[in-house]
């Protein structure tokens, strides 16, 4: 009974998910999905109290797994440069994992414009990316990697551009390798933060009257 239980539960998310992102959140109501998913309107309510609940379970469950991507890159890489570019290139994953869903993220900033449910669940994640950035922006110029810079700054930028890129993918998705893109871009933003090394003091030139 429980295996039959979760199967329905995931039945239910991945028609919500493919309805959302093919018709919108304001088309797709609860009668709707129930008739594609093939259970009750009973059988929804045992799992989800809404369809609000429904798509906040499916935003956060496509944030979680970009958090494991990341987390995975860094973890793995000896330095804060080299962990940036490893998660950028996990963007390829996060790109692959979406398989042409990625319209979902527009429907979650539109949905976060108009409820203040959906905004709170989204707003909380994206602030914990910025802060997260930023604390690795920070141990990069500890560790001597990066020139001293507001470290607040700098991971605001860093998640500006990963946003940018994905809303690329969504109105554009076939003018570029996105991937590449998002992993080049972050290039050139570690090469802005580098620090320099200090040039070794030349010698002293003498002059005419010392000839």
């Known amino acids: 009974m429980q295996k039959r239980s979760v199967e329905t539960r995931n039945r239910i998310l991945r028609t919500s998910l493919r309805l959302f992102a093919r018709t919108g959140y304001n088309a797709t109501g609860v009668a709707r999905i129930c008739a594609a998913s093939r259970v009750s309107k009973g059988a929804f309510y045992h799992h989800f109290k809404s369809k ?33 570019r490893a998660m950028a290139s996990e963007m390829r994953h996060v790109f692959q994992a979406a398989d042409g869903r990625l319209e979902i993220f527009l429907e979650f900033w539109q949905q976060a414009r108009r409820n203040k449910a959906v905004w709170s669940g989204l707003l909380a994640p ?8 930023a604390g690795i922006v920070k141990r990069g110029i500890t560790e001597g990697s990066f020139r001293p810079v507001d470290p607040v700054a700098a991971g605001q930028a860093l998640e500006t551009l990963a946003v940018g890129t994905l809303l690329q993918g969504v ?25 320099r090394p200090v040039a070794a003091p ?3 030139r003498r002059s005419a009257a010392g000839r």
């Open 126 to 133: 994206y602030r914990q990316y910025r802060d997260m950035l």
């Open 171 to 195: 109105l554009d998705p076939r003018g570029a390798r996105w991937d590449l893109v998002i992993r080049r871009s972050v290039g050139l933003l570690m090469d802005g933060l580098a620090r």
């Open 52 to 84: 609000e609940a429904v798509f906040l379970k499916l935003m956060r469950d496509w944030l979680c797994g970009v958090d494991d991507h990341l987390a995975s890159a860094m973890g793995r890489s000896t330095s804060v440069p080299e962990g940036l």
């Open 202 to 204: 030349g010698r002293p």
